[in-house]
């Protein structure tokens, strides 16, 4: 059943998992007057080693899922892979503001003293023609050393669930960077995907303490703050507002998130029909 529009400003986020709930955490601190509605596609989970076509069509279906049941005025893609690969389509696509999420590679050249900078992301992230192009752009006077992570979006997801992380396994997939950074004098890291700042405080247990993480949730934050500025309305604010999470596959195991999602102020996970 369609519902009727609501006062406040309605604001969909999308991603393969919960990794999305940075964004919304950092988006929700500054826009707190807006209805929030958080999709995460447990179906097609992790987008990261996924194709650039099946992301696009697997967004459309999904956004298209969400149109039937609200009202949306501005979209977030809370994806580091599926804002390179598929924003340029969806724009195209859909005709709501669309905001993605790209690592944070000119903020890291404004933050970096040895001028090393790490992009820690998925595979496709890495081996995309987007980034391919930006450490290109900045080689002149940057080296920026890449680290494909696959796994660990699987970790984050398992901390989530409520399994404890392993700082050997942690270690592990960090190991390139633990022997660059005395070789190269890496000096900034980018988290270039929307799960790892989840675990922000496991990979400072295990980086040098002289290293900077850094993300690109604030910047997105401030431009989703300038590009909702229309809908906003400073009288709003004893308005109720509305929280829902979606995703397409209900199960115990999803279950076990609800606590989680709880600190962010959903109360429930609801079933998205594709």
């Known amino acids: 059943m369609f519902l009727k529009k609501n006062k406040l400003p309605t604001i969909l986020i999308v991603d393969s998992g919960v990794g999305g709930l940075s964004i919304f955490y950092q988006i929700k601190k500054i826009i707190p007057n807006a209805n929030y509605l958080y999709v995460f596609d447990n179906e097609a989970f992790p987008y990261g080693e996924k194709t650039k076509r099946f992301i696009i069509n697997r967004l459309i279906i999904i956004i298209n899922a969400v149109r039937k049941l609200h009202y949306v005025d501005l979209i977030i893609i809370a994806c580091n892979t599926a804002s390179i690969l598929a924003l340029k389509a969806l724009r195209q696509y859909f005709f709501y503001p669309i905001i993605g999420v790209l690592p944070a590679i000119k903020l890291a050249t404004t933050i970096t003293n040895s001028k090393v900078i790490g992009l820690l992301a998925t595979t496709a ?14 080689k002149k006077s940057y080296k920026i050393i890449s680290l494909k992570a696959p796994e660990l979006v699987n970790l984050v997801e398992a901390k989530l669930h409520g399994e404890k992380i392993s700082l050997l396994s942690l270690r592990e997939i960090l190991f390139p960077w633990l022997k660059t950074s005395q070789t190269y004098k890496l000096d900034t890291i980018i988290l270039g995907c929307t799960h790892f700042p989840l675990i922000y405080e496991e990979l400072k247990l295990i980086l040098p303490t002289s290293i900077k993480i850094i993300d690109a949730h604030q ?31 209900i199960n115990n195991k999803i279950k076990l998130l609800k606590p989680y999602l709880l600190q962010y102020g959903f109360n429930d996970i609801h079933k998205l029909i594709l």
Not at 125 to 138: E, H, L
Not at 222 to 239: A, G
């Open 125 to 138: 992230t890495i081996n995309s023609k987007y980034i391919t192009n930006s450490i290109n752009n900045y």
């Open 219 to 249: 910047t997105v934050a401030n431009r989703v703050f300038l590009l909702s500025k229309k809908f906003i309305n400073s009288n709003q604010s004893s308005i109720f507002t509305i929280n829902k999470t979606y995703c397409p596959i």
